[in-house]
């Protein structure tokens, strides 16, 4: 990840701290007039979108950043599940959170609204911004 991805990830860190920040809704299930049920899904507010968005269309989630080992692999999955873990994540470190939460999203549904609600995304955002300002990429 560059420096550049750092920049646009921690612009969104204060639109994220925001009291009034929301993540997004879940969408009712429907019947379309065929009959058809709709499964509930989770939409995102334009500002969760919008920080998705800038992800994916980042250099964050264009690879599968390989974990080597078992220690490796049981330390970013704890950065996946706690957002105060993240205070100390490198820059690789979050590019493999951020891969694993829009990854995750593709097979649960909801999955990024949690890492919304949990303050993961908050955290993220926020590290991006101490390391972009350090330059550290």
């Known amino acids: ?11 969104f860190a ?17 019947r379309s007039p065929e009959g058809v049920l709709s499964l509930p899904w989770f939409r995102l507010s334009e500002t969760a979108s919008a920080f998705v968005a800038a992800i994916s269309t980042e250099d964050v ?24 873990a993240i205070a100390g994540a490198s820059v690789e470190q979050l590019g493999w959170v951020l891969t694993y939460q829009l990854r995750s999203e593709r097979f649960v549904e909801g999955s990024l609204a949690q890492a919304f609600a949990t303050g993961l995304m908050r955290a993220i955002a926020e590290r991006a911004a101490v390391l972009a300002a350090l330059d550290v990429t």
């Open 1 to 11: 990840m560059d420096h550049s991805t750092l920049r646009n990830i921690a612009a």
């Open 14 to 30: 204060p639109l994220l701290a925001t009291p009034d920040f929301v993540a997004g809704e879940w969408a009712e299930v429907t």
């Open 61 to 84: 989630a264009s690879h599968y950043l390989a974990v080597k080992d078992a220690e490796a692999r049981a330390s970013l999955t704890r950065l996946a599940q706690d957002s105060a």
